[in-house]
Every structure is written in C-alpha cells, then in structure tokens.
C-alpha cells in the first residue's frame, strides 16, 4: 500500500503526532461500525439475493465499499506512521507471496470441504453472479484485512497489547462485526471468520503488513464463492435454498402420487385401508 506524503499539507503537519493519531483513532471506530452496518448495504457477506430472489442495489453496495476505502484513505492521511504502526503496507514481499497463497490454498481446502458437507457436491454459481462477486470478494477482504488486520490490530500493539491477546481481540470483533453469529446464519461460517481473523492477524504480524492477509483472504472468499454459489460466500441454512424448497414438495424417490379421479390398480394387493 502507499504512503500518503503530508509535507504538502501544512495545516496537517503542524498537527501533534499524538492529536493525529487521535484522529485517525476516531476514524477507525467508524470503521468497524461501518462493518458491522454491511447488512444495511447488502455488502461484504449479505452481497446474496433476498428471500424473494431480488438481487442486491449496486449502488448501496458500492456505497459501502467507497466509505471504506476512504475511511481508509484517511487513516493513511492522518495518522503519523500509518505503514508502520497501524500495518497499512505491503509487508515482506517473499512472505506475502508464500504465507498469502498457503493461506489461499487452505482457504479453498475449507470451501470444498463446506460445500461437500452443505450440499453434497460443488455448487457452481450461475454466471451472470461472476462480475459482482469478483468485486465483493476483493472489496470486501481488502477493506476487511485495512480495517481489522491493520488499524485495530495496530493500535492495539501500539498501546502495549500483548501480540497474541491482540490478535485474538481483533478476531473476536472481526467475528461480531461479521455478524455471521445472528440468529438463521450457519454457525459454520462463524468459526470461518474466526479463523479469517485468526490467521489474517497472524500472518500481519509475522510479515509486517496486510499483503499476505489480502491475497489470502481475497482467495478463500473466491473460493467460497465458487463452491456454493453464493456471492456472499455464505451458504444459506439447511432447508432454504430453492433447490430444497422444491425438493420438499416432490414425492419420495419410487413414489407414484394418485389424482383424486384416479382408480387404484386393480392388480395391486388390497391392503384394508382404501376406503
């Protein structure tokens, strides 16, 4: 990620480092209720159609990825040391590279394992889904791994945390901030960002920046994507989806159904109960 040169900004540079870490502070608390508000915007994990089958606003969900990329963006602006103390860099090159395509690799392992344990089978998504959920999966995992991995990981070590007690305090907001843990979402997809946050917050520390957690991240929501056919990457409960709904209205498997004005075969057994 770059670094925002502020020496042409006067009245900003004059400011205490401490008044400008202050104010990027305030800025990351939007932030994460900017996260837990994606419901609202039918983005990051709710990027799916309703109950009636209605696709989500592209514009409200573009709304949610620009106020975070400009709150972001001024996090960048503010704060006095933005790379280094909140993470908004890169990271090791070599790491990012290694620890970001293992992470990918064990993020697709987990898709493949939901959709088989979910539904029995890989659900290709339908195609016309593909544009805007390329977009949610690398919106929403950059601005995810900025927010949570970065800024709140970071000021959390900034102010002493311990690294492990950090990590596992952002991972845990990340989780609520998700709010995949509401009543009707699948508790899977819980533990799943649990360990999005998990790792994410590791390999932040590990390579000194966001790299690694982005590609990864960015991946695994892919991945998801790809195997459940949900643009959100979160499959719906057992017993919603419209397969399941029109399955349950099907006979069983070698099951013939009678019309009221049909007869019986009379070749069949009488059994005493056909009235």
Request: no cysteine; aromatic share 10%.
């Amino acid at each position: 990620m770059p670094t925002v040169d502020t020496s042409s900004l006067p009245g900003l540079s004059a400011l205490p480092d401490f008044l400008r870490a202050l104010m990027a502070l305030g800025i990351a608390l939007f932030l994460v209720i900017h996260r837990f508000d994606a419901e609202r915007f039918s983005a990051a994990e709710y990027d799916d159609v309703d109950r009636w089958g209605n696709p989500p606003s592209l514009s409200r969900r573009l709304a949610w990825y620009l106020l975070g990329l400009a709150g972001i963006l001024a996090v960048l602006v503010l704060h006095p040391s933005p790379g280094t103390d909140l993470y908004l860099a890169l990271g090791d090159r070599l790491g990012v590279l290694v620890l970001g395509l293992a992470y990918a690799a064990g993020g697709t392992v987990a898709a493949l394992g939901l959709a088989y344990w979910r539904y029995g089978y890989v659900r290709l998504p339908v195609v016309r889904s593909y544009p805007g959920a390329v977009l949610n999966a690398v919106a929403t995992a950059f601005v995810d791994e900025a927010v949570f991995r970065g800024i709140v990981f970071g000021f959390l070590i900034t102010i002493g945390t311990d690294p492990n007690l950090a990590n596992a305090a952002q991972a845990l907001l990340y989780a609520l901030a998700t709010r995949t843990g509401a009543p009707g979402r699948p508790k899977t997809m819980l533990l799943v960002m649990l360990a999005i946050g998990f790792v994410g917050g590791w390999l932040t520390g590990v390579t000194a920046g966001i790299g690694a957690a982005f590609l990864g991240h960015a991946i695994t929501r892919l991945a998801f994507f790809l195997t459940t056919g949900h643009p959100g990457g979160v499959p719906a409960p057992k017993g919603t989806e419209e397969e399941e709904i029109v399955r349950r209205a099907i006979p069983p498997k070698g099951w013939k159904v009678l019309d009221e004005t049909e007869e019986p075969d009379p070749q069949l057994p009488r059994t005493g109960w056909e009235g």
